[in-house]
């Protein structure tokens, strides 16, 4: 059986960091796309940054120079580092992986979904 378990959300304050990790089991992704999407109460679910297969990486402009994804391909984990969290932030935080070869942003493209984790940025 193939999951995705994220852990490491919480509450912090404005300005604070947290780190994300999604661990994969029953099967490996290190030749698939993976990404972090986020959902915030009464919005749709939106990208927040990709580990895309060929080891490039792309992030949302909102998060762009203080989120940064990586992977440990021999963990088979993912990890989404935060940092200057803002209120905004403030979501249940997805990890995601698309088997398909050509890399997208779009959530609907991606076949296995962690079960989230809340992230709250409140002082």
């Known amino acids: 059986q193939v999951q995705l378990v994220e852990s490491g959300g919480g509450l912090t304050q404005p300005g604070g960091s947290l780190r994300l990790s999604c661990a994969a089991s029953g099967r490996t992704f290190s030749r698939n796309h993976m990404a972090w999407f986020r959902q915030a109460e009464g919005k749709e679910r939106e990208f927040v940054a990709a580990?895309?297969?060929?080891?490039?990486?792309g992030y949302a402009t909102s998060v762009k120079g203080r989120f940064t994804i990586s992977r440990d391909n021999a963990e088979n984990t993912m990890y989404l580092q935060m940092n200057n969290l803002k209120p905004e932030d403030t979501a249940v935080y997805y990890c995601?992986?698309?088997?398909?070869?050509?890399?997208?942003?779009?959530?609907?493209?991606?076949?296995?979904w962690g079960q989230g984790t809340q992230v709250t940025v409140s002082s």
């Open positions: 995601a992986a698309d088997l398909q070869p050509i890399a997208s942003i779009n959530p609907t493209e991606y076949e296995y």
């Open positions: 580990s895309w297969n060929g080891g490039s990486t």
